[in-house]
C-alpha cells in the first residue's frame, strides 16, 4: 500500500491592540488535524472524492486491512505487524464484555430497563467507565506506571509497594496500583486467564517487553493475593503497541463499548420489575 504525506497550510493572523502591535493568539481559520485528509471531487469542491486516513488510501485499507490494523494506524500513524494486530484483536474480544457487576454495564442496565431511549445507554455506560476505579482513567494511570517503571527491577517495584500497603479489612477489592490487585480479598483468576488467553504466544512474548516485566512483578505479589486486573491487562497491551496514557482511555471505552450496550438494550424488552432493587435496611448511610 502506499502511503501519502500532505501538509496542511495554516494563515496566521496578527492582533492590533490600541496600545501597540503584538502577536497575540487567534484561532485557527479551519479544524487541523494530520489523521485524515479529504481530497475534493473535481466538479464540487464541498464534497470529498478520496479520502486518506494516516496517508493511506481509505478504499484501500477497506480492501486490504483489518479492523484493528487500521484502528492502529489511526492511533500510531504507522501500520502495525501481524503480531501487533493480533495482540490487540484479541484484547478487543477479552474486554468485549465486561459482564453485568461491572458498574459501567450495571449503569446501562438500569437505564434499560427503565425505558432510557437507546440512544442514550452507550453514553450512560461510557461515562461511568470514565472512572478510576476498574475504568479508562486507571487504565491512563496504569500506562504511566508501567512506562515509569519498566525499566526497574520488578521484584524491588513489587517489595515496596508491598511494604507501604497498609493493613485494612477485606473489602470489595484491592487496588495496590493502578491495573493490579485483588477481589474480594483473592486475586482475580478471570483476569488472569484473559492474560494468559492474550499473550498465548509464548515465542512472541519474549519480544514483549512490558509484558514480561509485569509478569515478574505480578508473581512477586501473588504470594499477597494480588495479581493482574483488566485493566493492567488493558494497560499492557496499550503500551506495547505504542499507546500514550491518554489516547488509551478513549481506547479502552470503545473496546468495552459493545457488551455495555448490549446489556442495556437487552433490559429495554424487560418489566422494571426485572431489575433487583434495594430494600430500605440494605442502603448504608454514613455521616458526612
Known amino acids: 500500500m502506499?502511503?501519502?504525506?500532505?501538509?496542511?497550510?495554516?494563515?496566521?493572523?496578527?492582533?492590533?491592540?490600541?496600545?501597540?502591535?503584538?502577536?497575540?493568539?487567534?484561532?485557527?481559520?479551519?479544524?487541523?488535524?494530520?489523521?485524515f485528509l479529504?481530497?475534493?471531487?473535481?466538479?464540487?469542491?464541498?464534497?470529498?472524492?478520496?479520502?486518506?486516513?494516516?496517508g493511506y488510501n481509505l478504499k484501500d485499507l477497506v480492501a486490504?486491512?483489518?479492523?484493528?490494523?487500521?484502528?492502529?494506524?489511526?492511533?500510531?500513524?504507522?501500520?502495525?505487524?501481524?503480531?501487533?494486530?493480533?495482540?490487540?484483536e484479541r484484547l478487543m474480544i477479552a474486554l468485549i464484555d465486561l459482564g453485568p457487576r461491572h458498574p459501567a454495564v450495571k449503569a446501562s442496565m438500569v437505564a434499560g430497563v427503565s425505558k432510557t431511549n437507546a440512544e442514550h445507554l452507550l453514553p450512560i455506560g461510557l461515562s461511568v467507565l470514565g472512572g478510576e476505579a476498574n475504568g479508562a482513567n486507571e487504565v491512563a494511570a496504569c500506562v504511566d506506571f508501567l512506562t515509569q517503571s519498566y525499566q526497574l527491577p520488578p521484584k524491588e517495584v513489587a517489595a515496596k509497594l508491598l511494604e507501604e500497603l497498609e493493613p485494612k479489612d477485606i473489602q470489595g477489592e484491592v487496588h495496590i496500583c493502578p491495573g493490579f490487585g485483588?477481589?474480594?480479598?483473592?486475586?482475580?483468576?478471570?483476569?488472569?486467564?484473559?492474560?494468559?488467553?492474550?499473550?498465548?504466544?509464548?515465542?512472541?512474548?519474549?519480544?514483549?517487553?512490558?509484558?514480561?516485566?509485569?509478569?515478574?512483578?505480578?508473581?512477586?505479589?501473588?504470594?499477597?493475593?494480588?495479581?493482574?486486573?483488566?485493566?493492567?491487562?488493558?494497560?499492557?497491551?496499550f503500551c506495547e503497541l505504542g499507546i500514550p496514557a491518554r489516547e488509551s482511555i478513549g481506547l479502552f471505552?470503545?473496546?468495552?463499548?459493545?457488551?455495555?450496550?448490549?446489556?442495556?438494550?437487552?433490559?429495554?424488552?424487560?418489566?422494571?420489575?426485572?431489575?433487583?432493587?434495594?430494600?430500605?435496611?440494605?442502603?448504608?448511610?454514613?455521616?458526612?
Open 182 to 237: 485483588n477481589q474480594y480479598g483473592s486475586i482475580d483468576e478471570m483476569a488472569v486467564s484473559l492474560v494468559n488467553a492474550v499473550f498465548c504466544d509464548q515465542q512472541l512474548n519474549q519480544s514483549f517487553k512490558f509484558y514480561s516485566w509485569v509478569k515478574t512483578f505480578c508473581l512477586a505479589l501473588a504470594p499477597a493475593n494480588f495479581s493482574w486486573l483488566k485493566t493492567g491487562l488493558a494497560a499492557t497491551v
Open 253 to 288: 471505552q470503545l473496546l468495552c463499548a459493545p457488551g455495555i450496550f448490549a446489556h442495556g438494550v437487552e433490559q429495554t424488552h424487560k418489566p422494571i420489575t426485572a431489575m433487583p432493587i434495594l430494600k430500605d435496611e440494605q442502603h448504608i448511610y454514613s455521616p458526612e
Open 64 to 88: 486490504k486491512k483489518s479492523f484493528s490494523e487500521t484502528l492502529l494506524l489511526m492511533f500510531t500513524g504507522e501500520l502495525p505487524n501481524q503480531s501487533q494486530a493480533k495482540l490487540l
Open 2 to 35: 502506499i502511503k501519502f504525506s500532505f501538509i496542511e497550510l495554516t494563515v496566521r493572523h496578527h492582533v492590533m491592540t490600541s496600545e501597540k502591535t503584538k502577536r497575540d493568539f487567534v484561532y485557527a481559520g479551519k479544524a487541523q488535524t494530520s489523521i
Open 38 to 54: 479529504e481530497k475534493p471531487s473535481d466538479t464540487n469542491p464541498y464534497i470529498s472524492q478520496t479520502n486518506y486516513l494516516q
